[in-house]
Nanobody, 123 residues
Framework: QVQLVSSGGGLVQAGESLNVSCAAS????????LAWWRQAPGKDREFVAA????????MYSDSVKGRFTISRDNDKNLLYLQMNSLTPEDTAIYYC????????????????WGQGTQVTVSS
């Protein structure tokens, strides 16, 4: 059974940092492109960042570029998102997504979704 479990969310103040991670079971992450998506209350899901299976290429939304860093450890079957200079606008549930096709994972189509981890940034 394939499962993605996100962790590391929490409550922080504006300007602080947080690192969320996603652990996979039942599947080797090394064969998947991975991404983070987020959903704020009352809003649609929003693309945050993506990384190719090798980690050689990454993509970020304009809203997080320069502040967030996506990375992966295929040996440990883990995906990370380092979030710096957080603002209240970053408050959302953060989901990890795995999909074989990079073009699909950046569009949030198909693949596997984790249960999400809540990130709350107070002003």
């Amino acid at each position: 059974q394939v499962q993605l479990v996100s962790s590391g969310g929490g409550l922080v103040q504006a300007g602080e940092s947080l690192n969320v991670s996603c652990a996979a079971s039942g599947m080797p992450l090394s064969t998947y492109a991975l991404a983070w998506w987020r959903q704020a209350p009352g809003k649609d899901r929003e693309f945050v960042a993506a990384i190719t299976w090798s980690g050689g290429s990454t993509m970020y939304s304009d809203s997080v570029k320069g502040r967030f860093t996506i990375s992966r450890d295929n040996d440990k079957n883990l995906l990370y998102l380092q979030m710096n200079s957080l603002t209240p606008e970053d408050t959302a549930i953060y989901y990890c997504v795995a999909e074989e096709a990079y073009s699909m994972v950046v569009k949030g189509l198909g693949g596997y979704w984790g249960q999400g981890t809540q990130v709350t940034v107070s002003s």
